[in-house]
């Protein structure tokens, strides 16, 4: 079982629970509040895998490749790999398996970096695919979602992130490939889940439709806001037992 964490505090909270937190992209838009994860950088994913190291001390973390730092070749995504994992200390790095990207994982694998592959609906590529859409409308969607997490497996990832597809291809993908099947948006009989931390405790007023809202942390953090707001205003805060109230008569006895 698996969420998202994109700092040291939130790490710190879910590392005792989860198996495996995602330093995702998805903090360009969580965190950043960018449109879509394209403008996010290896820089970003770096900062962010770094505080998140700082609040884990047993779940696997796994940090994201970001867009235009691992497609143009296994050279590159084998630099890029290497900054994340020096860098940050994580375990682990997770590519999105576009065209091309198989033979890049065999290539990371080779050489020591463990891989996590992403098919399916994959954020990366909304602006070729028209958007965030789910899979498995029309048969080619279909195949292509079996297509990749088959070579996602022979390449050699330990695990597939199955996002967006419809229910029936991602049993299809669990029952295909060799390794761990972590769905989002997929099926119950994918071997793991995971869902973006945010979304799950309920910080925005909008989620996709695969997002079950476990808390109201947006709600709660209005009313906590507008009663210190409140109290400020008012002059209810700070009180006596917020102040350092140290008399000159205490301050004289120290000495
Ligand atoms: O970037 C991310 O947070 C992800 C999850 C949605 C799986 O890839």
Redesign the pocket.
């Known amino acids: 079982m698996g969420l998202?964490a994109y700092t040291a505090p939130m790490a710190a909270a879910l590392d005792p629970i989860v198996d495996l937190m995602?330093v995702?992209?998805?903090l360009g838009m969580v965190v950043h509040g960018l449109p879509t994860?394209i403008g996010v950088t290896l820089d970003m994913m770096i900062l962010h895998g770094r505080a998140v190291m700082r609040g884990s001390s047993r779940a696997l973390v796994v940090v994201?490749l970001p867009f235009g730092s691992y497609e143009r070749s296994p050279r590159q995504a084998h630099e890029s790999a290497v900054r994340v994992m020096q860098e940050t200390g994580c375990q682990a790095v997770?590519v999105e398996a576009s065209d091309g990207v198989p033979e890049t994982i065999e290539f990371l694998v080779q050489r020591g970096i463990p891989v996590v592959g992403?098919v399916g609906l994959r954020?990366q590529a909304a602006n070729v695919d028209g958007g965030f859409k789910a899979k498995g409308r029309i048969p080619a969607e279909r195949e292509n979602a079996l297509l990749e997490a088959r070579a996602v497996d022979q390449a050699g990832a330990f695990a597939i992130?199955v996002?967006g597809v419809a229910t029936d291809i991602a049993d299809e993908i669990t029952r295909a490939v060799s390794i761990p099947t972590i769905g989002?948006g997929a099926s119950p009989s994918c071997d793991g889940q995971?869902l973006?931390t945010d979304d799950m405790i309920g910080m925005f007023d909008w989620t996709p439709k695969f997002v079950r809202r476990y808390g109201a942390m947006r709600e709660l953090v209005t009313q906590a806001v507008q009663a210190y707001a409140r109290d400020v205003r008012s002059g209810a805060f700070p009180g006596s037992a917020e102040m350092y109230n140290f008399s000159a008569k205490a301050a004289a006895a120290e000495h």
């Open positions: 998202t995602l995702g992209d998805t994860t994201d997770k992403h954020p992130v996002e989002i995971i973006v």
